[in-house]
């Protein structure tokens, strides 16, 4: 079973790829923005508290974040295997992700990093923030998720690397040609 980590900057790719990715390698595909969202948009305690800082494209903070991803990995279905999709993205939450697999006596097995040109993601932003109007996709806060991602994300890809953990993947072109290059990089194709 396999266990992974997608990287990669708003707008690359990850949810799209990390749903075909999970469904070839039968695994959950968790999707800590969706969970975020969707406590969003219920109303629950957790959602109240995140939705301040996602309209602002400011992380939620690791307290509230990691105690929802370790929640989500006891569960029975992630057991054997996982694909976490913009978890982790700070320094914190790495050692945070160290320690729930630790427990479970677990490892990763690789962290992908999804590549991308950033004129290509602010167009594909702009047409997300027209096709499904989340409020975090204006172009004012789409631009700071970008200094957040770059600034606290970006620098957890060499964290990975020195772990000889990290593939980079290039996210640019059709959305199948992606897929197959993904599961090329974790030596699982087709
Ligand atoms: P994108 O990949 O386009 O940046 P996501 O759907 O993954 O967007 O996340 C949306 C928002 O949810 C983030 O901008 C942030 O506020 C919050 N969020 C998601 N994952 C995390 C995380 N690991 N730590 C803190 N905040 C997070």
Do not use: C, W
């Not at 992974?4 to 469904?23: D, F, I, M």
Request: charged letters at 30%.
């Amino acid at each position: 079973m396999t266990r992974l980590v997608l990287l990669g900057p708003p707008g690359a790719g990850k949810g799209t790829q990390a749903a075909r990715l999970a469904q070839t390698l039968d695994v959950p595909a968790i999707s800590t923005g969706d969970i975020f969202r969707r406590n969003v948009t219920e109303g629950t305690d957790l959602g109240v508290a995140a939705k301040k800082y996602i309209d602002a494209g400011d992380y939620v903070p690791d307290s509230v974040t990691n105690a929802m991803v370790a929640d989500r990995l006891a569960e029975a279905d992630a057991g054997p295997g996982f694909l976490l999709d913009g978890y982790p993205r700070t320094g914190d939450q790495v050692l945070e992700l160290d320690r729930m697999l630790q427990e479970q006596g677990v490892d990763l097995d690789h962290v992908v990093e999804i590549t991308v040109d950033t004129d290509e993601v602010v167009k594909r932003l702009t047409k997300r923030a027209a096709e499904q109007g989340r409020s975090d996709d204006t172009e004012e806060v789409f631009r700071h998720r970008f200094e957040v991602y770059a600034e606290q994300t970006a620098p957890l890809a060499q964290t990975y690397a020195d772990r000889g953990l990290l593939v980079q993947v290039d996210g640019m072109g059709e959305v199948d040609v992606v897929t197959a290059r993904l599961l090329a990089a974790i030596g699982r194709e087709g």
